[in-house]
């Protein structure tokens, strides 16, 4: 087995984690939940900085812990790089000197990711003589991930590292973490309490209520689960996964293709072909019996309904399959009764907007 | 005015002992503060206490104690006798054993304060970025507790220099071995001799300012260095 292995409980004080889960050992794995859910203590837990954990885990084919048989592998043996929600730089060292403890540290056989390839993925190359108190929030987290980075980790710790930032910060950032994903190989637990921070990332999702591992399964397919908290509400929405088809340059629109579809919309740069994620959100779907042909809406898929849920009072959440993908609309109970929508319906969804993941 | 041979070499016993104790209770105050300042136990108040009773017993008090239990009869004069030691009061060694028991909170506490500051945080991430428990301490806890180590040095010194009821209770007044300058301002006083206790007196004055003086320019300039 490659991936993460966890069988873990902690008790702490009131409050109990019972964390039971396997994700891939490839790609990033979101842990979200509300605050208070436990995500950091499991994040810290997988780090071995928790005491008083007891279970097991494994780490692409190696055990960090087996409390059956005494096993604990001290926080320093395990090759995790964390990045904590605060930078946390020692604040006694330049740049230089935060990026080269984790590096020091690891034997030269062993490094697979090299000062200048980390330098340039995080573009800090003009920070290395500064000290971490003269850095910007954004900068400082930067370095943070850099120096994680150096210590060659088999398995990237992020506890909502762009939480403590402000909104230019986190757009500063977030290219850097697309270019991580891209260029370095190694699987992330990402703990977040807001999914359009990984979105554009994510591969798998962990969902984590009070405590206790509720589902965990593909990204894309568990923002659609109506069984689940995460596709209600005015926050649920799908994530399709389309490609840059063409530019429109008279109407200043781009189309992107998948098999569900093709969509418009406003013009960005990028090369056909390019992969991109569109988050579609629920409220934004309406649902019609017949293609409309007199309306200013561009997005218009054939879809069938795959499941009808309660949702706030006077709504339903429906769960469309579009050709494969799935996707959410939210409509109200009383277009449900006129329409009379049943499961496995045909039907057309009007897509108000979308919105590129970032 | 000036130092009689006598006086000189109280004054250069009195630097000797300082130096001596200040190194002792580093090394025996470091592990003290980091346990006090880390520990979970039902034990950190009462160790707390233990270490804080030098701060509000008479020197006399502790100088008495040490007098009775390194003395011939006492357990630990037995155990030095039996490891063919001799006994420790009116000696040198007895004095440091004195020094480093009465300036252990100044030693201990600005640590464990420092050490407190520290939090948590800069010692996981060392974790985290492959540095062992003794690794960190050394190249986090330290550097970082840096003021509290000059603080602890400072207080640890010159508390020292400036100690006499416990040096007169376990050293007396040996020329050369156990009398310090605070002893020596005593002797010239007693014997009228006001001059050359003047000398001694305001020296240790004079000594002791300088040596607040430096520690606040020094842990000033250090944070200032540091937000630079």
């Known amino acids: 087995m490659n991936g993460i292995e966890a069988d873990l409980q902690l008790s702490c004080g009131d409050f109990t984690l019972t964390a039971r889960f396997t994700a891939p050992g490839r790609g990033v794995t979101a842990l979200f939940g509300a605050s208070g859910a436990g995500k950091t203590l499991l994040l810290r837990c997988v780090a071995g900085l928790q005491p008083g954990v007891r279970g097991h885990l494994n780490i692409t084919g190696e055990c960090w812990q087996d409390s059956a ?21 020692f604040p006694h060292l330049s740049v230089r000197g935060n990026l080269e403890y984790g590096l020091r540290r690891i034997p030269v ?51 909502e590292p762009l939480a403590a930032l402000d909104q230019a910060s986190k757009a500063e950032i977030l290219p850097y973490f697309e270019r991580l994903h891209a260029t370095l190989s190694i699987p992330v637990l990402y703990v977040t309490h807001a999914v359009d921070e990984v979105a554009r990332l994510a591969d798998y999702l962990l969902l984590l209520e009070r405590g206790k591992v509720l589902a965990h399964g593909p990204f894309v397919e568990m923002l659609t689960r109506l069984d689940l908290s995460l596709a209600h509400g005015d926050s649920a929405e799908a994530v399709l996964e389309t490609q840059v088809a063409a530019h429109d340059a008279e109407y200043r629109l781009t189309y992107l293709e998948c098999a569900s579809g093709c969509f418009a919309i406003p013009h960005f740069d990028a090369a056909i072909g390019t992969r991109a994620r569109l988050r579609v959100r629920a409220r934004d779907v309406s649902l019609v019996l017949t293609p409309p042909h007199d309306t200013s809406i561009l997005n218009i898929l054939p879809v069938r309904i795959l499941a009808i849920s309660e949702d706030r009072p006077g709504q339903v959440m429906v769960g469309l399959d579009a050709n494969g993908a799935a996707l959410l609309a939210r409509i109200t109970q009383k277009s449900l009764m006129l329409l009379k929508l049943e499961i496995g319906q045909r039907v057309y969804a009007q897509i108000k907007s979308v919105a590129l993941a970032e | 005015m000036s130092f009689s041979a006598a006086d000189l070499a109280a004054v ?159 050293g007396g007044s040996i020329p050369g071995a156990t009398k310090v300058l605070s002893i020596a301002v005593y002797e010239h006083v007693e014997n009228l001799e006001y001059a050359n206790a003047h000398a001694l007196a305001a020296g240790l004055i004079g000594f002791a300012f300088i040596i607040l003086l430096l520690l606040l320019l020094l842990t000033g300039r250090m944070e200032a260095a540091r937000r630079a």
């Open chain 1, 69 to 89: 048989r005494g096993y604990f592998l001290a926080p320093h043996r395990r090759p995790v790089g964390y990045v904590f929600q605060e930078a946390s730089l």
């Open chain 2, 12 to 170: 250069w016993l009195t630097l000797k002992l300082a130096t001596v104790t200040t190194l002792v209770l580093l090394l025996l105050g470091t592990p003290i503060a980091w346990w006090l300042a880390r520990t979970q136990s039902w034990l950190k108040q009462p160790v707390n206490a233990i270490v804080a009773l030098p701060l509000v017993l008479p020197p006399t008090v502790l100088g008495f104690y040490l007098l009775v239990l390194m003395g011939p009869a006492g357990p630990v004069g037995a155990l030095t006798l039996a490891l063919g030691l001799g006994t420790l009061p009116f000696t040198f060694a007895g004095l440091v054993v004195g020094s480093t028991l009465y300036s252990l909170p100044f030693v201990v506490q600005p640590l464990q304060n420092a050490f407190t500051a520290l939090g948590e945080r800069p010692l996981e991430v060392a974790a985290t970025l492959r540095a062992s428990p003794w690794d960190r301490f050394f190249s986090v806890a330290v550097p970082l507790a840096y003021p509290g180590f000059l603080t602890a040095v400072v207080l640890g010194f010159a508390h020292t220099v400036g100690e006499f009821g416990v040096v007169l209770m376990v």
């Open chain 1, 109 to 159: 056989g062993a490094r697979s990711v090299l000062p200048d390839q980390a330098i340039e993925l995080l573009g800090i190359g003009a920070l290395l003589t500064r000290r971490p108190a003269h850095l910007s929030g954004g900068e400082r987290q930067r370095v943070a991930i850099a120096r994680a980075l150096l210590t060659s980790p088999r398995l990237l710790l992020m506890d």
